[in-house]
């Protein structure tokens, strides 16, 4: 079975405990490889590695930094499908949902962080007192901490930030879907990244993630994961006053209204609340449809449902697969029940499917108030519950009816009612007619339990430098 090592310094290296991990194939729930279980000792080593690289990496011109990024990019874009399959088989998520999204996505992440990398500015103040500049250098040895659920997509989108403003890194993947993010590793080595600039330490968050929270050496911490382990990391970093990004669950409201185009539409919403089977953070679980068309939407987007093709990720066609891991399939399957007990009435689907692997069936659900735990608290699974509104007042009050805050989309015509509803939102990101379309220029994040802090763009650049000012008296 493919053994999966620790990346550091630039070598493969196996866990100083000798423990590993299984890795499953979601699909048949049968073990694939095994990864490194990390602990302290790992982690020890890939910061000092990390540490030994930083004064070159640091003082290497920008343009440098981004060629080497861009030639990370363009590696990774000429084995697309090779990434594609091993993120199939890791996670569970269609094929072609990896080979044409979320693969390009990594690449496009790499490169658009390349070009920030010479385009990133500092600013001047003058005319007030003195003239100020201020510099902005990168913070020393930073980790990032990311998810199961776009692996190589979020993997990419912190250490290319992190990289860029000439920071080293140590990266802790999901010990979940580790597969991807070793072949990164190896890529680097093969394309003569230098030692120790990009290390990746696999294992289990208490055994890895904490002590790399904490290691002393450590400047910031980028974290996408749950808010359970993000008010973890929170309280971890504290006491050293760490800088922190923390990226972390949503429950997201769709609000469709009368006057949009929403039978053009509903594919777009159907995609939205069940794309990597429900497993994405911005995924629009609450569906907030205006009563006068109410039965109509439900209706179609019923029958959307019932034809969406479940099945073996790597096969043509498949827009559903099934669910990461076991874990989170009882988490799952614990969240029915508990829609079943709180009065839903399930339009379709609610139970798992019959065959090998952990695949659950897409499921709508009605009749639930704003205030059950199932539209309350995050399902990260193929799950949509819908509720009715009246009036503009009323979808709003609905749709922030949540301690998350991350994002919210809305459907309508009406460009008054846009605008209006898009500054009244409690959420980080608002889509108008439209989910998912991504300017990395943008920045992302979310507010209350989805987060503290904003990625992309020149957001992620300024967490990822220290910003110093200069105030130069102006001598008559
Ligand atoms: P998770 O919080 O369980 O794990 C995320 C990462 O943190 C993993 O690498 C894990 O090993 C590590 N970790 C776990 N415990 C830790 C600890 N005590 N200290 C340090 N690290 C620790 O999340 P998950 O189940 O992998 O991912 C799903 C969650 O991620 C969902 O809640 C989802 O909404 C969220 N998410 C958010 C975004 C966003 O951008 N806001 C994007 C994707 C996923």
Not at 59 to 86: C, G, H, P, Q, Y
Request: charged letters at 20%.
């Amino acid at each position: 079975m493919q053994k999966l090592h620790h990346w550091i310094d630039g070598q493969a290296q196996p866990p100083r405990s000798g423990g590993w991990l299984e890795v499953f194939d979601p699909c048949t729930a049968q073990p694939h490889a095994q990864v490194a279980r990390g602990d302290a000792e790992d982690v020890e080593a890939a910061v000092a590695a990390a540490a030994r690289a930083f004064p070159a990496w640091s003082a290497l011109r920008n343009s440098d930094r981004a060629a080497w990024l861009e030639k990370l990019a363009v590696a990774l874009e000429s084995r697309i499908d090779t990434f594609a399959r091993a993120e199939s088989l890791d996670g569970g998520k269609p094929f072609a949902l990896a080979r044409d999204v979320e693969i390009p996505r990594a690449v496009s992440n790499l490169r658009f962080f390349a070009h920030a990398a010479t385009q990133f500015a500092s600013e001047s103040h003058h005319g007030e007192a003195g003239l100020n500049y201020t510099l902005r250098p990168p913070l020393g040895v930073v980790a990032t901490i990311s998810p199961w659920n776009l692996p190589l997509y979020l993997f990419t989108w912190k250490i290319a930030p992190a990289l860029a403003a000439g920071n080293t890194v140590v990266a802790k993947p999901s010990e979940v879907t580790p597969l991807t993010a070793t072949m990164l590793g190896e890529l680097a080595a093969e394309i003569g990244f230098p030692n120790g600039v990009l290390n990746i330490v696999h294992g289990l968050g208490p055994e890895v993630g904490e002590p790399l929270v904490t290691h002393p050496q450590v400047r910031a911490v980028s974290f996408t994961g749950s808010t359970a382990v993000g008010k973890r990391i929170a309280s971890l970093a504290a006491p050293a006053l760490k800088k922190v990004s923390l990226e972390l669950g949503g429950k997201n409201p769709s609000l469709v209204f009368a006057d949009s185009d929403w039978r053009a539409q509903t594919d777009t919403l159907v995609r939205s609340a069940f794309q990597n089977s429900g497993q994405i953070c911005l995924c629009g679980s609450r569906l907030l449809i205006e009563r006068s068309i109410y039965a109509d939407f439900r209706d179609a987007l019923v029958e959307r449902v019932r034809n969406l093709q479940i099945g073996d990720p790597m096969a043509e066609g498949t827009q559903l697969g099934p669910l990461v891991s076991q874990a989170h399939l009882d988490k799952v399957m614990a969240c029915l029940q508990r829609a079943r007990e709180e009065g839903g009435r399930f339009l379709y689907g609610g139970n798992r499917i019959d065959r090998a692997g952990w695949f659950v069936e897409p499921t709508v659900i009605e009749g639930l108030g704003p205030d059950c735990a199932s539209n309350r608290e995050e399902i990260f699974g193929p799950v949509v519950t819908l509720q009715a509104f009246d009036t503009e007042a009323q979808a709003l009050a609905l749709a922030n009816a949540s301690d998350y805050g991350l994002s919210a989309s809305l459907w309508t015509r009406d460009l008054d009612r846009a605008h209006r509803l898009s500054a009244q939102l409690r959420a980080g990101i608002v889509w108008v007619n439209t989910w998912l379309m991504r300017d990395l220029r943008t920045p992302f994040g979310g507010v209350g339990s989805s987060g503290l802090g904003r990625e992309g763009g020149a957001e992620a650049m300024r967490f990822f430098t220290e910003p110093k000012n200069v105030c130069l008296a102006l001598l008559p």
